[in-house]
């Protein structure tokens, strides 16, 4: 028996084409006391216009994507996850919190608090991680810090997008 069913819908909840961007919706077929139908997730994902290679005919969901506020908006209209943000930042260690700002489609602004060892080769690092990943044209700026904003809840946001969702 399937555990439950996925879909994934637009901003007015109808569903979407295969190989679309958009938001998670979960019905649960397994607790029938308390039935949860159409729950709107905080994911986004996209069903792959391709079924799984297993035989059983059931298509596959591209990687889930958390806090859909957080994801950049590319002026081509790619979406990006804050995950593959990530990368950039691994290979350096003089950095003690950081946070990616989206001001525009067009601008990223990343707000560093370092310690003493951070230098110009890993801004230069860091900028250079961050076109490869969005490309040349996107303007990016470090901008060094004492500390990082939070949220008027307390709560801390590491990806902070200015820009809507392309949905």
């Given at each position: 028996m399937e555990y439950g069913i996925t879909e994934v819908v637009d901003q007015d909840l109808q569903p979407i084409g295969p190989d679309c961007f958009g938001n998670l919706?979960?019905?649960?077929?397994?607790?029938?006391?308390?039935?949860?139908?159409r729950y709107l997730t905080n994911d986004m994902s996209a069903i792959r216009?391709?079924?799984c290679s297993c035989g059983r005919g059931l298509p596959l969901m591209d990687d889930v994507t958390t806090k859909a506020e957080d994801i950049l908006t590319l002026r081509d209209g790619r979406l990006i996850s804050p995950s593959v943000l990530t990368h950039p930042f691994k290979p350096l260690t003089?950095?003690?919190?950081?946070q990616v700002i989206q001001e525009d489609l067009d601008t990223i602004c990343i707000k560093l608090v370092?310690?003493?060892d951070f230098t110009e080769q890993d801004a230069t690092s860091l900028i250079n991680g961050?076109?490869?990943?969005l490309g040349e044209s996107m303007q990016v700026r470090i901008e060094k810090v004492e500390k990082l904003e939070?949220?008027?809840?307390?709560?801390?946001?590491?990806?902070v997008s200015k820009v809507g969702l392309g949905i």
């Open positions: 919706v979960a019905t649960s077929l397994h607790n029938t006391a308390m039935p949860m139908i216009s391709k079924s003089s950095i003690e919190a950081s370092t310690d003493v961050f076109k490869e990943r939070r949220t008027r809840s307390g709560k801390f946001k590491w990806v």
